[in-house]
């Protein structure tokens, strides 16, 4: 994919080179056939699917872009680690190779695994907040702000000004907004129980936080004596932006990048789906001995044995070696470098995005696109279904869908209304990218025709997976 010539393969000091292709950091080995089908084909599966993308059929998906969470490729050496899982219920060698994995990266006294990370999620706030508290964060996804509101608290999303600016191109846009942050702690005195920091910065377009935001946060709570923990599901790609972004560490390694960050803090929940590069997996860890011991508890309760949480031995292999290669330069490198080459074709041609492109997916700016659709009739979910209905493609809306309900049964628009398309790590090729360029810029130039939807039926909690859809005009397009 095109780039500008840059640094050599560390990254340590800039070279001049003749080539501008970041090419794929890998070779493939195993293919998978995807099944083409007609736009009728297509049609008839969202309307048996209630136009919700999550009920579509896989097979029904040319370019699977709704999530990257369990998506990717695995490599040769998470396969051939996998065939030495070790099964045994309590104290496998697979699990001490997990933790040696994740304490290494983390320096964390206490490792915690689990099936996912909404699971983690789900044990830190069980043994840490209760009903009443607030629990600020730069901006809670689905099932972190899920989980918050399940114990009765308030999820507060305080991210800085510049990330509630679709268009604005800055380089740290997932940062946390330290003036609120010491207002709202100021505000509710024994009320905040944590904060977290979501690195990289998922519901506000994979922006990332510069390590001089992680301190001076964790500056402002430990003044207070309350713990600071992140949502580190994208940690290494949070770690390469800061390589490439901060001043000061553009001759850092991902690794020690990564390092510091978890040394600024007190803890982490890991979905290990993104950046462990595994199908399966994520952690809880921290350092207060007594939160571990509450939360190692509820572990056993809930998910496994404390050497397991309900993974299988072979994924926790391929969650020690995924671990370590989500940190590697190259990879790194190659997979920034992809989200920015979609962002900017799809920019040249007007379609509005987050700016600048995030490091796991484009998020279209659907209320840009398409200002004649209201709040109400959620504009980013009928762009992603007619993405689909138009080129096969599934995303995923973050709007008013997913975070428009609250939780006294009210409906609030959400602050953006985006559409996001989330690569699965090692999966598709520029080829791949190409066709999904051509099909966003077709849609993109019959906008004007696309109609909103109104939701039929949904749960009210996390509506967004299972709700019904239907067009208001009877169709997607008119």
Request: aromatic letters at 8%.
């Amino acid at each position: 994919m095109p780039a500008r010539a840059g640094r050599d393969a560390n990254a340590t000091q800039e070279v001049t080179v003749p080539f501008h292709t970041i090419i794929e950091p890998f070779r493939i080995k195993t293919v998978e056939p995807v099944r083409q089908t007609s736009r009728e084909e297509r049609d008839a599966a969202l309307r048996a699917a209630s136009y919700n993308p999550f009920k579509l059929r896989a097979d029904d998906v040319l370019i699977d872009l709704l999530t990257d969470s369990g998506t990717g490729a695995m490599s040769s050496a998470q396969w051939a680690g996998m065939q030495r899982g070790d099964e045994s219920y309590a104290g496998g060698r697979s699990w001490f190779a997990f933790e040696a994995a994740v304490k290494d990266i983390t320096g964390f006294r206490h490792v915690m695994p689990t099936h996912q990370g909404r699971a983690a999620e789900r044990i830190l706030f069980g043994c840490a907040v209760s009903a009443g508290d607030v629990v600020p964060n730069n901006t809670h996804f689905d099932t972190t702000r899920a989980n918050v509101e399940a114990r009765g608290a308030t999820a507060l999303d305080i991210l800085t000004p510049e990330g509630r600016q679709p268009q604005l191109i800055a380089p740290f846009k997932g940062d946390m907004d330290l003036e609120a942050l010491e207002r709202v702690l100021d505000e509710c005195p024994g009320r905040v129980p944590l904060v977290m920091l979501t690195v990289t910065n998922n519901s506000g377009g994979g922006q990332p936080v510069r390590l001089a935001n992680i301190r001076a946060v964790a500056e402002i709570a430990h003044g207070r004596g309350i713990p600071v923990f992140l949502d580190a599901a994208r940690f290494a790609e949070n770690a390469f932006f800061i390589k490439l972004r901060e001043p000061g560490y553009e001759d850092r390694e991902p690794i020690e990048i990564a390092r510091e960050m978890f040394a600024l803090v007190d803890g982490a929940a890991m979905s290990a789906k993104k950046d462990g590069l595994s199908n399966m997996g994520g952690f809880l860890a921290l350092n207060d001995d007594a939160l571990a011991q509450r939360c190692r508890e509820n572990l056993i309760l809930t998910e496994g044995f404390p050497t397991y949480g309900g993974l299988a031995g072979y994924d926790l292999e391929a969650l020690a070696v995924g671990l370590k290669e989500a940190l590697d330069p190259d990879y790194l490198r190659y997979r920034l470098r992809s989200v920015a080459y979609l962002g900017e074709k799809l920019t040249a041609a007007g379609v509005p995005i987050v700016q600048p492109p995030g490091g796991h997916a484009i998020y279209i700016d659907a209320r840009a696109m398409l200002p004649h659709i209201p709040a109400e009739l959620y504009p980013a979910w009928a762009l992603s279904v007619v993405l689909y209905l138009e080129g096969g493609i599934r995303s995923v809306e973050i709007g008013s869908v997913m975070f428009g309900a609250q939780p006294d049964g009210s409906e609030k628009p959400a602050p953006l209304e985006l559409v996001r398309l989330a690569f699965p790590r090692r999966v598709y090729t520029q080829s791949h990218v190409d066709y999904v360029a051509e099909v966003i810029l077709y849609v993109n130039e019959r906008r004007a025709r696309i109609r909103g939807v109104r939701i039929v039926e949904a749960p009210p909690v996390l509506r967004h997976f299972s709700a019904v859809l239907e067009p208001v005009a009877g169709s997607l397009m008119v």
